[in-house]
Every structure is written in C-alpha cells, then in structure tokens.
C-alpha cells in the first residue's frame, strides 16, 4: 500500500512540474527523458520558459539552506567532480569558459499560483535556479532538480551538471 502510494505521489509531482512548462512556439515536445533540441539561438538545447513566474524564498529557507553540491561530468574523460557554492555566488567551471552563478535553493520546489516557492524546509523536492554562461553568453537559465535530473536537464556537448543537494549553513 505504501509503495502504491510513493508511486502515485511521484506520477502526479513530475505531471504537476510537467504542467508548469510551456511548449515554445514552433517547437517540438521533447521525449520524457530526452535533451531539448539544439537551436540557432541556443546550440546546447537549454531551455528558458517563457512563462515568468515570481520566484519567492521564504525567509526561512534562505536561513537555513546556505549552499548547493553540483555534481560537473567532464563527458570527455569520464571524470565526475563537485563543487560546493554559496546561494548567490558564482563558479568558473576550471579548464572551460562556463560561469555557473547559483541563483536560488528551494527544499521544496513547487509552482503554485503564478509562483514558484518552497512549501517547507523538508529537502521533498530540492531544485536548484542556476544561470549558465558560456564565453559570456547565457546558455541555461533554469532549474535543475536532484531527484528529477532529466527534467530541464543541462545539455552541453562536453559538460552534464545535476545538484547533488542543498546543504544547510
């Protein structure tokens, strides 16, 4: 009974952040699973929504969640490597010119009436805001979800990024 229950609470999150996503114009729908396809415009298949949504951290969380892990696959060697940053601060990823600037942490992500929020400091459903720059032009300006790595994915042809987890100060 409990596994029946995980399992439909799991299909109805990834279906509520699913629904919170807007198809671009003239794009196709990406495969569950699948990386965005590559365009003039962004070569590595980021994706930004066009939706803005307010992005509201209650204080409390910005208390207690002070950093992220991310885990930085070099796809050429195999190499795994992560890296632990302030909320707010930037990395420059050695060896590449990415610049990963951590925006915000939520615990608990959850789109809810035009926002997107926490709805408790429980790590429920960790995500991670990060903007990505290459050679100083935004690639990626998203979230990336540690228990959903596949949705939102960052695609680059020699760098993969997931949050490992948030950690508390």
């Not at 803005?52 to 060697?77: A, F, G, H, M, N």
């Not at 429980?122 to 990505?132: D, G, H, R, Y």
């Not at 596949?150 to 508390?168: P, Q």
């Amino acid at each position: 009974m409990n596994n029946l229950l995980c399992i439909a609470v799991s299909v109805l999150l990834i279906a509520l952040l699913a629904a919170g996503c807007k198809k671009t114009e003239n794009q196709p729908v990406p495969k569950a699973g699948a990386a965005p396809a590559a365009t003039a415009q962004n070569p590595h298949g980021s994706t930004s929504s066009k939706t803005q949504r307010e992005i509201v951290v209650p204080d409390d969380v910005k208390k207690i969640w002070k950093k992220v892990v991310l885990i930085v696959e070099d796809k050429q060697t195999s190499q795994k490597k992560e890296y632990t940053a302030e909320v707010g601060s930037e990395i420059n990823l050695a060896g590449s010119n990415l610049k990963i600037k951590v925006l915000h942490f939520l615990p608990h992500f959850m789109m809810q009436e035009g926002k997107i929020t926490s709805l408790s400091n429980e790590p429920k459903n960790p995500a991670v805001k990060l903007q990505i720059s290459e050679n100083n032009k935004v690639v990626f300006d998203n979230w990336l979800y540690s228990r959903h790595t596949d949705i939102h994915a960052f695609e680059h042809s020699r760098y993969g990024i997931i949050l490992k987890e948030g950690l508390r100060g």
